[in-house]
């Protein structure tokens, strides 16, 4: 595939490497930088260097494309020229080997075929009220007032909800604190320097190894009970027991404990740090919440059971949702490893080297999203829509065939939580300002995140 830039290409113009960011330590690079603050060190290459340029991170040189077009040249490229597989490689420890980014594409492609009915349209319905039931028992162990910290509480909550609305009734009730507590030891060890060195014997990746192994046995003796009762259920642990690749064979309980974390991670993760975002901000700009409780009021007061059509109405929320992921993606690097020599502009981009795209960096352009620092849902509303003047604006939930699964259910979750939220407290900041939190592959608010909350009565 060859990408060309908006001045056109002369078949005798001479390609190069793209300019290197200047700055760096020997063989480590820029390592430290993208370990303190990657989203501003990236910002900092695009105003010097432009929509193409690269850095490098311990040994390895990575091209950062920045913007709709150079998002559109990652996105829409092939497989067997931009790989995922071997640029997530640091999932294996999380998922499993062969399993989602670490299978070849064509069992990976079939493994999505496993996952995709509970993420498709028609599974949304019947989830609104499972939601709404585990948002109203969660806020239920509240006091009349208190304190709260709002990432630890949508945390908590969207497992709860992935794990029952994806997952089944039955694996519910297993979702226990240890559970959670070992969810949690897999997500902190998904920071930025797991891409580069997942196997490194840091006391975040042994926590990791062990909550997996321990995953794996929770999972196998559910499997292995389900088995000896004979018993059948209609939830995807009962699918994957029962599902065949196209040459005929099962999956190992190994398979079927990855593709469980796979499908929870699907569910949870970017939902718990937009949902966090979603109300922090809301908050720090009440002009903009007015509106959306005045929408509550409309379309769900008076109604005890949310319904998805009710959901789908609730239009501000949805755009101060989209203003969150704009403003705070919560994954701030997609990537893949070069497999074939690629052509963007004037540059060339060589075999074996990684390339990169940032939400983070790509939804603050001005000449994209206007006064892109300022907090405006309205940006998103009829006449303006900023996110569809150019494709691959709004990258916060990836793009092609890899754009994340769960975004329609990512979007459905923050609605319900912060509609059932709305309807029974009132809010206030504690802190000054709420910063993002960059030790973590999945970037929410630095903890502790605290809100004041107040029972309506």
């Known amino acids: 595939m060859t990408a060309t830039s908006p001045d056109t290409q002369h078949p005798a113009r001479l390609k190069h490497l793209p300019p290197m960011m200047p700055g760096g330590l020997p063989y480590v690079g820029h390592i430290m930088g993208f370990r303190q603050n990657p989203v501003a060190l990236l910002k900092r290459g695009y105003e010097q260097l432009g929509d193409c340029y690269s850095v490098r991170l311990l040994g390895n040189r990575a091209t950062i494309l920045t913007g709709p077009q150079a998002n559109r040249a990652f996105f829409m490229s092939s497989e067997d020229q931009f790989s995922p597989r071997e640029a997530y490689q640091f999932t294996v420890p999380v998922f499993g080997k062969g399993i989602a980014y670490d299978a070849e594409p064509d069992v990976m492609d079939e493994q999505l075929g496993f996952v995709m009915p509970a993420l498709r349209t028609h599974s949304m319905h019947k989830y609104v009220g499972q939601i709404q039931d585990e948002a109203e028992q969660y806020f239920a162990t509240w006091g009349d007032e208190g304190e709260v910290d709002i990432l630890k509480t949508t945390q908590a909550l969207t497992t709860f909800i992935a794990s029952r609305c994806l997952l089944g009734w039955e694996f519910r009730t297993q979702v226990t604190d240890e559970f959670i507590h070992l969810f949690h030891d897999l997500e902190q060890a998904l920071t930025p320097i797991a891409f580069f060195l997942p196997y490194l014997p840091i006391p975040a990746f042994r926590r990791r190894d062990r909550a997996r192994s321990r995953m794996g046995e929770l999972f196998s003796q559910i499997i292995a009970d389900r088995r000896a009762q004979g018993r059948r259920a209609d939830d995807f642990l009962q699918i994957f027991m029962e599902a065949r690749y196209a040459n005929g064979t099962s999956l190992t309980d190994d398979e079927i404990t990855g593709l469980l974390l796979t499908l929870v991670f699907a569910g949870h993760h970017t939902s718990a740090v937009m949902a966090a975002w979603t109300g922090i901000l809301l908050l720090q700009h009440p002009q903009y919440l007015s509106p959306i409780l005045q929408e509550q009021k409309e379309v769900c007061g008076g109604k005890e059971a949310l319904t998805y059509d009710a959901i789908c109405r609730l239009v501000n929320l949805e755009h101060a949702i989209k203003e969150a992921e704009r403003m705070y993606p919560p994954l701030i690097i997609l990537m893949r ?112 995140c605290l809100l004041r909350y107040r029972r309506k009565h």
């Open 337 to 448: 490893k070069i497999l074939k020599d690629f052509e963007y502009g004037d540059y060339i981009l060589p075999t074996g080297d990684l390339v990169m795209v940032s939400p983070a960096v790509s939804h603050r352009i001005p000449e994209v999203f206007s006064d892109p620092d300022r907090y405006n849902p309205d940006r998103f509303g009829p006449g303006r829509e900023e996110d569809q003047k150019q494709p691959h604006s709004l990258i916060g939930f990836g793009g092609g065939k890899h754009r994340c699964l769960g975004f329609h259910f990512a979007y459905l979750q923050i609605k319900v939580i912060w509609s059932v939220l709305f309807r029974d407290f009132d809010f206030e900041l504690i802190d000054a300002s709420y910063q993002p939190d960059y030790t973590t592959l999945v970037v929410g608010p630095r903890q502790p």
